[in-house]
């Protein structure tokens, strides 16, 4: 897993492009110094190699009526089902994460759903997915902090 | 919390930038057989109205040396200090997850860490903070699904 | 689930019937300086409204042989027995509530039993439903609040 | 804890009251073919010896905008604290029921809330009480069952 | 469950057999001041309303090579499989004590064992009776208090 | 820990007094074709050695009031209390067996009461006791087993 | 379970070979003041009485690519399996110990394992075996002491 | 964490020492048709880089005296004490070895004693150390798996 080696100016071009990806090539070129062709060149390198996989709109979930989080423990009957409920889990779109972790889970996911009704609707289409054994269901009173960029900045700034 | 209404022009611009927020608007608009400038008032429009809260960059932390995330669930002594807790924990970028949670923890936190060791560190600097009591960690073995585009486009697809 | 809109007379009406459910018509009609007619037509509305499910009487279940109460919670072999199950308790007229949770338990149940071993045969007859892979029971030893009253005050003080 | 002996004659009028607290007495005599004097005095006696303690309406908390059910466990420092907490429970009107269970909670409540955000302030109340140490939330994702009638019939019916 | 009335007289005669099952009749009744035969009838009296179930010698374990103690919790498929169960367990020698429990465990044992081998043959014979799910084993370190009597003598001295 | 070697004679002397402690030693002498002088010392010998610690009654407590068996996990704050807690156990004779534990507990108890209400009395009276951080409560539905003679037959016929 | 008897010179030449078991008997012999021919009588009388099973390196595991340890707890179906299971386990290398264990688990193991991913790939093959019920892991963030030295001086020591 | 780099020679030395560390360096000279000069090089290398740490006797600690092994969780008051911690668990030596785990443990312990009494002595030791909260104990029945020869063969083959 050899590391791809970011320079000081991948650098500065992915902490302007973490807080707004947006951000059209030109501006970032002026204010780096270097030209846009430049910026082109680096940002294609980076996505060639997968440390840039894509870009995401962040949005307002409450404002679309999804206000409900819930995180469900899933613990299946053999984990060599493990493959298979993956693919069944990740068939429904409300399951926005999913780990295969250590400790009392065997699969962990994070739920977005409209409201407590909805979220019942969720939690018993994982549970009734063949190997599915239990699920325990954690729900979040408040999504208290959502943000990769911190982590980003601390990751460049670190290298 | 009254829901921004969107029509079916919104619903088909998000559902464009959503897999790439780069997408030129003059692209956008002639899919959708509309003239650019109302892209971009219909997109400003949906800023404005707080539903689009920005966009962000996907990037592979693997590849920039960031294999490791655990989740960690955390007892405080006492709920009166969960929002002191919760500014200490804003202080430490490698969690990029926070909840205020139901069940057995009061915090629940998503962790992204170079390896073991980090993550040790990162788990002692969430213990020392005054008025939490006690830490569990879960460790993610494989992040299956990180995918919140489904739910997205699936949000577009009920409206 | 858009609410039923309540006035002011309503909410009064309401006020005085949670105390006592047999208040004679006129007497609210006096206290309010209304027609029993206008109190007649407003709580027939609340009733079709599906506002006022209907009255029960207030008994004390110790004096008539029932001091027991425990929590009892169930775990499903799948939830997709869940409306099966729930049918199966339904006929045991012990429990008298259940409802479908999150975390650790599908299904939590209210039982009031006459004593301990009234008790152990309730839990048998939860245990012994197709469907029902195991029981927890938790006992009280003191039912120290019932008390829907206070709520019913505070949710028309509120409106 | 001497019972109080209903006889067939008490145990008739309880079925009728049961099914609806405002049947007037002379309904409930004529059915019975005893005089509404009667029903009356029967009904004062099953007062006075405390067996009723009132009435009360069913009302659909949900049309009431109260769509939300946790139940709590609390957790208290030292039980010498428990009548002392009970009282401030009981200062909540969010909180229906209250128990004194064994097992691994010394406090155990039924909340009723309006949603997600308000059932986070009361269980914030709650864990604000001097002597609760903590508290652990299981969300209701549907009331099945909620009632009593099943339960007096089958007193009545066994006595 | 009517409670068989015991007087003062069997109070004390109770209370002297139970610190010495052997104390012969004639030292009760001269330290009473009654009649031997008047003993004799008593103890009669009491073994035949089953009060008195028998008499046991309390021997010390350890000095017979037994000084492993365990508790048991046991885990059935389905309680309808209890008296089974409890059947077999019967067969069990080292299990002194069972009992038919609310919370975790269907049913929870007191076993006594010579040491660590033996013990865990003793649970292995559990784990294999059919209907046992699962059992989960506590080890006593020291027994504390095993001791009867002053129950015995509270008993009494309450009546 | 030298074991007392017992011979076979002693074996048959055991097996007859732990059916009824009370059987004279004449019928025990007759029985075995040996003298009533020798079934003498060799009772006092075992005495002596501390192999007979006494003899009990075998009581029937639900006839005497005490129908109610819970067992009580205790938490103590730090382990050097463990003395000074066990003493003060040791004075609540509702407590017939303690044990200091591996596993959560620290102190494990089994409690004999008259019902629910006093064993919630006896819980909050372990609860109060300085050094107790919690308790936990399992209750028996139901005493299948208490029988020590099946392991003392068994350890006799063994050596 | 005779213990075999060690003398003052057995122990002391433990006690240099526990320090390094390469030490040659020459040098033992030097320091204390017997012949080498001695030491070797002793050694070997040791090994054949099964006292010393054989010597092992001790590597840096982490220098070798093995920084990851994980403490795995097994359930099996039913501990009829405990055997095969344990047979099955002994197949893989990275499991370095496994005790048949009291408490929740049946079966708790130490794995030693490249990373993350590898851990995966071991607790799946552990998972896998026939009879395995579930696994639960908790993973070592340092392994602080890993000595036997000072267990085998303290032993010498006592004796 | 760059690996030293062992070439096949290593390899075949390390496989031979592993077996028995009082190999004559001759023999495995004679072996692998080297000189004993090159083995004694090479080892003196592996040990120059850590790799290899040192040897330990394989004793059999049941003919020793010590046939109870018991695995420790211990909870602290707050991580900020763990180093004090381990260094006072340090100075007890019948804890062989000790991990900073994620989990509900702070730190997870193997402790070697004598019997069950000594096992209780010692689990009182680490309960008594400042800073440490709580302690949970779980039991080997059998330890049936002790053995890293397995993983070191594994991984020199896989190098």
Same mark, same amino acid.
């Given at each position: 897993m050899a590391k791809f080696k970011l320079d000081e100016v991948d650098h500065q071009i992915l902490d302007m492009l973490i807080e707004?990806?947006? +951000?059209p090539f030109t501006d970032i070129a002026k204010k780096l110094l270097i030209s846009a062709g430049t910026v082109h060149v680096r940002v294609k390198k980076m996505e060639e190699a997968g440390i840039i996989e894509g870009s995401s709109l962040t949005l307002d979930y409450r404002k679309l009526g999804y206000s409900f989080i819930a995180y469900v423990g899933i613990y299946l009957q053999? +984990?060599?089902q493990t493959k298979f409920v993956l693919q069944r889990i990740n068939e429904?779109?409300? !399951? +926005?994460v999913a780990h295969i972790t +250590?400790?009392?889970?065997?699969i962990f996911c994070k739920v977005r759903a409209k409201d407590t009704n909805h979220a019942k609707e969720i939690i018993f289409m994982l549970d009734d997915i063949?190997? !599915?054994?239990r699920t325990e269901t954690m729900i979040s009173l408040e999504e208290s902090i959502n943000d990769k960029k911190r982590l980003m900045h601390s990751i460049f700034q670190d290298m």
């Open positions: 707004n990806t947006r +951000t053999n +984990t060599s429904i779109p409300y !399951v +926005t +250590t400790g009392k889970f065997n063949d190997g !599915v054994y």
